[in-house]
């Protein structure tokens, strides 16, 4: 028997059995929808605000203890162009995509659709997000763009996963240049747009050198023709073998 920790999406798509989990109250609970809402219901903002932080010790009744929020975070400090794209990723999270099923777009099974707080609060950090002030304006808090089973932070339609199988989803926290780290990344990319001095790829030696086999080529060759001919000439031989001792006797 082998037992691993994967969320309940990958489990649902190759057809893994899933285990139920004891909570806080000594309750075996699998992870289901409603299960991992409950779950997310029962945590509290971490030590930042807006940011929901798993606690396994709330969990009770139907609560899963392991499902998890997954956040992603945007700059305001981007182009308004690119700002503007990330924001119409979140709003499909929390309104399209947000509707369970296998289809292109939809939220597959595993994942729980957002509660309507998670998708209000990703709502409007996309508006946050699209119109922020200022090259570097905005502030560090963020709204979740999925949760219970979807996706990421701002974002993805259907996301996170979450420890054994616990549903995840978010929001990001947006800041200005001040709070990315990436700031200095940013000013590379510009004197560098592909990024080719800064990469750390590894790049292609050319075709693979030819080898010389020589004579060796031709031995799998002759033992295939040998061994039909062998093939061919055994029932010959074998005829003939019987038609002389019909003969002899």
Do not use: C
């Amino acid at each position: 028997m082998v037992l691993a920790i994967v969320d309940a999406a990958s489990a649902a798509r190759y057809g893994l059995q899933t285990a139920s989990l004891r909570n806080a109250d000594g309750t075996f609970v699998a992870p289901t929808p409603a299960s991992l809402l409950a779950g997310v219901a029962a945590m509290k903002d971490s030590s930042r605000p807006g940011v929901l932080a798993p606690d396994p010790a709330r969990t009770r009744g139907g609560a899963y203890p392991l499902a998890s929020v997954v956040y992603a975070g945007a700059y305001t400090g981007t182009p308004a162009a690119e700002r503007k794209d990330f924001a119409g990723l979140i709003r499909y999270a929390a309104r399209a995509g947000q509707t369970p099923g296998a289809a292109a777009g939809q939220l597959p099974p595993g994942y729980a659709p957002l509660p309507a707080a998670l998708r209000t609060r990703a709502l409007t950090e996309a508006d946050r997000l699209e119109h922020a002030k200022g090259a570097a304006g905005g502030s560090g808090e963020g709204g979740p763009a999925g949760s219970g089973d979807s996706g990421a932070s701002g974002g993805g339609p259907a996301g996170a996963d979450g420890g054994a199988g616990g549903p995840g989803g978010g929001s990001g926290g947006f800041g200005g240049d001040g709070a990315n780290p990436d700031t200095g990344d940013r000013a590379a990319n510009r004197a560098d747009p592909d990024g080719s001095d800064r990469q750390n790829t590894a790049h292609s030696g050319g075709l693979t050198p030819d080898t010389v086999l020589g004579i060796v080529r031709w031995v799998l060759i002759g033992v295939l023709l040998a061994g039909g001919v062998a093939g061919l000439s055994g029932p010959i031989v074998l005829r003939l073998s019987v038609r002389k001792s019909v003969r002899a006797g």
